[in-house]
């Protein structure tokens, strides 16, 4: 029973470590991929190249990409607002549309209705002289 718990306590050992390497391992491959897959560019074509003026170069080009992708982004929002405006401007004319209906209709009806009470008040004016003339007889 020793010797299973000693063997086992090795083995954990060992696992760990390798699990340790692996780690090590992987972080040194992204770290060698990233390194493969900077930019291979020249900045500078002739002369001599310091690394101070390259990393600023490089930064220099970093920033025009970076205000490039703003100003793209800015041109897309503007057009969305654009749009979205339209569609805004297009739902506030069929609503104005739609007032103007309902308000042509209601003034219709409130003239059938003003027609219709005049002519109730005819009728019952020629009743109350049909009334008064037969009282008269």
Do not use: P, W
């Amino acid at each position: 029973m020793r010797v299973f718990t000693k063997g086992s306590i090795a083995q954990a050992h060992d696992g760990a470590q390798a699990v340790e390497d692996l780690h090590q391992t992987t972080a040194a491959q992204k770290a060698r991929q990233a390194r493969q897959n900077a930019s291979k560019r020249s900045l500078q074509k002739g002369g001599v190249l310091y690394a101070s003026k390259a990393r600023a170069m490089v930064k220099e080009k970093q920033a025009l990409s970076e205000a490039q992708q703003i100003l793209s982004t800015q041109r897309a929002l503007t057009q969305l607002l654009k749009a979205e405006e339209g569609r805004r401007e297009r739902l506030r004319k069929a609503l104005c549309k739609e007032i103007r209906k309902y308000g042509r209709e209601r003034a219709k009806a409130e003239k059938e209705k003003a027609k219709t009470l005049r002519q109730l008040e005819e009728i019952e004016r020629a009743e109350k002289e049909a009334d008064r003339r037969v009282e008269i007889m």
